[in-house]
Each structure stands twice: as C-alpha cells, then as structure tokens.
C-alpha cells in the first residue's frame, strides 16, 4: 500500500482556551491537574498577581509575580485578557502568553471563576470553550472542604458563600459536568476537550485536504493550491 500522501492532520492547528469554572470543593483541580498531565498539548494559565511569593512558589510556574504599580501599568496598557481583584490582591491573564499558545496550536486550561471565563470568552469567543463543574449534592462541597483540613469555620463559609454564587452561573457555559464519580467525571472531561480539538475551526488543514480528496475522485494528478481559510482571532 503506498503511503505517499501528506498528512496535514499532523501539522500545526489553532489551539482553544478550556475555561473550567466550579464553587470550591467540587472537584476541579484535581480533574483539571490529570487533564494537563495526560494531554501533551495541553497547558495550564499562568496568572500574573500583585500576592506576595509563598514559600516554594516560584516565578513563572505558580504565577508571574508583579508589583502593584506595574500590574495596574498593565491594565491600562491592555495586556491583560481578563483581570479582578481577590482578597486586596489582582489577578489577571496576559493576552500575548496566551495568543501566542493559541497561534503555535496549544491549548490552555484555565482554572476560573465565571467572572473571569465571562471576560475571556467575550474576547475571544471562538477560541473560548466554557465547562462547569458540578457537586452531586451541596453537603459533598462543606464535606470535602472540611476534609482538606486546611481552613478555618470562617473561610470554609465564606468559600461556600463563593460556590453559591459562582453556581448561579452555569447555563452560560457551554458544557456541565457533575463529579459524582471521578473517573466518569473525568472521561467525560477528556471526551469534550478532545471533541473540541476536532472542529473544523481550528484545524486550518481541512479545506486543502477536502480539496485533494476531491481532486483525487475527479482524476487529477495535481490538486488545486489550498485556499487559506480565516481563522478567528482575539478580540481587542
């Protein structure tokens, strides 16, 4: 069997933005963790913030560490695709890191709260794909943050407070999973980011190759040069 032919599904696609939103306690890190580790293409949002270094943290793998003066120089300079402020602190996602991602054909997984996903998605709606992670039951929420043993009564209130209203949110995402099980939980992550990877949309080698096959059904020897499709872009 001669296997001459290109294989354009090997070159270069656009990469997408996984926006994962849930209340704390839910399961998202731990789903979102596995994704990033079994999918080579696949890499986690690094934030930019004004919060001090803990220890251990390190600059460009937990977050890139700013100033105030220069994270509020940023904003006004539009570097930043979405921003916030938490606990007195801001938070926020540089757009080139991420445009450059999405230019090389890598995906980035973001760990967020709706507000966040709302800002980014309105900037780069086609790049965007919004899932929200759901408990089975609101007592597995207090239950697993207890379990974590990490936080006082008042922060473990205060999270559960946050998880009721980040829930109010979820018809605006483009996908619900609820975690009752984690491996099924987590098949069913896996299944839409791969999904997602397949849309016409961001593999830009699709045309050229329907073009061949078709030239190759009508008899030619040489197909017709691939037009180039537009492909969507961030929004300013």
Do not use: C
């Amino acid at each position: 069997m001669n296997d001459d032919h290109a294989k354009p599904w090997e070159t270069t696609r656009r990469g997408l933005l996984l926006l994962v939103s849930s209340p704390a306690g839910a399961g998202k890190t731990s789903l979102t963790r596995r994704l990033v580790a079994d999918h080579s293409d696949l890499t986690l949002s690094i934030s930019a913030t004004t919060r001090p270094a803990r220890p251990g943290e390190e600059e460009g793998r937990e977050y890139y560490f700013k100033t105030r003066a220069e994270f509020e120089a940023m904003i006004a300079a539009g570097e930043f695709l979405e921003w916030a402020v938490v606990n007195g602190n801001y938070y926020g996602t540089l757009k080139t890191t991420v445009m450059t991602a999405l230019e090389g054909g890598h995906d980035v997984l973001f760990d967020i709260d709706w507000q966040g996903a709302a800002q980014i998605a309105e900037k780069a709606p086609d790049d965007s794909v919004r899932l929200f992670i759901l408990p089975p039951a609101w007592d597995d929420l207090e239950r697993r943050l207890r379990a974590r043993a990490q936080d006082t009564d008042e922060t473990i209130r205060t999270r559960l407070d946050l998880g009721r209203e980040e829930i109010l949110h979820w018809a605006n995402y483009d996908y619900v999973i609820v975690n009752k099980n984690f491996d099924r939980a987590y098949a069913d992550l896996g299944h839409i980011y791969r999904a997602e990877r397949m849309k016409p949309g961001r593999n830009p080698w699709l045309p050229g190759f329907v073009e061949g096959l078709l030239a190759e059904a009508a008899g030619q020897t040489e197909p017709p040069p691939p037009k180039r499709p537009l492909r969507p872009l961030i929004q300013k």
